[in-house]
């Protein structure tokens, strides 16, 4: 698929053509912002990340699991604006986290060389920042061999599959998909569809999957992918999201069915360097029973 430059969606396989029509419209983009002053505030606005706290609840989590706090990294294209990532470092240290979760998009271009975005990770390992390790998926972004790679470095890389925790005799399980944009495959349903019973968290690069989660049973969806539209007109309604359903789930807290779902604004910037009404972040999340 990646040869092919193809898209594979769960519903179509395209040639990515529409990327040249999008990158004409960045330039021009770029050109008006240079033009009207604004560019350099996008830019500080870009590298204005924050760490947003949620609190969320459950009735099916196990009480072993009450106050378990996972950390959400997602989209931080490294090799773009490389100072967000490490503002986000900044940002985790000193917190206690249970789990790190990445959702994907780890380089600026979707096809090419990624070996030099590797060493922001071992920046991220050298931390350890959680007790029972890091998930990773991969994004629309990122490419196969990075799976590799990135367990080289400690990094379990979910790809279509699930991993279950244990704290006494209690367990949760976190099943990871393959990107959803460009690399669909009916593993990707298979695995949310066959996730053991239980408490279960889907990890996706987008929320294009959620009905599909939902309906498997899942309790918590996290993903990126859209850096909350990155550039909102005021209020944050986004323009373009890069969703191709669902996208009302494009940024935030949202719930599909009975399932609670959180899309991250991300860390990074994709495009231009630039953000306006749409602040990058990383996510802390504490779960709670009850
Ligand atoms: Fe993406």
Known sequence: MEAAKEKHTPWAIEERRHWVAFRRLLSLFGVALRLSGLYRRGVRNALDIKLKRIELRFENLPAEFDGY?????????????????????????????????????????????????????????ARSPARDGIYAILGNHDCADMAE???????????NETRSL????????????????????????????????GFKIALV????????????????????HTHGGQVCLPGGMPIITHLGRHRRYAS????????????TTGIGVSGLPVRFNSRGEVVLITLRRG
């Open 69 to 125: 706090r996972i950390l959400q990294l997602s989209d931080p294209h490294v090799d773009f604006l490389a100072a967000p990532w490490d503002t986000a470092l900044e940002l985790i240290s000193g917190e206690r986290v249970d789990l790190c979760v990445l959702t994907g998009d780890y380089r600026k271009r979707v096809s090419g060389p990624f070996e030099h975005i590797l060493p922001a990770f071992e920046k991220l390992m």
């Open 149 to 159: 790679a990135f367990e080289n470095l400690g990094i379990d890389v979910l790809i």
């Open 166 to 197: 244990q704290r006494g005799d209690a367990r949760i399980h976190v099943t990871g998909t393959d990107d959803v944009h460009y690399y669909y495959t009916d593993a990707a349903r298979a695995a949310l569809e066959t996730a053991p019973d």
């Open 205 to 224: 690069h987008s929320a294009e999957l959620a009905d599909i989660a939902a309906n498997a049973g899942f309790s918590l969806y996290l993903a990126g």
């Open 252 to 263: 935030g807290l949202w719930r599909h069915g009975s399932m609670t779902g959180y899309t």
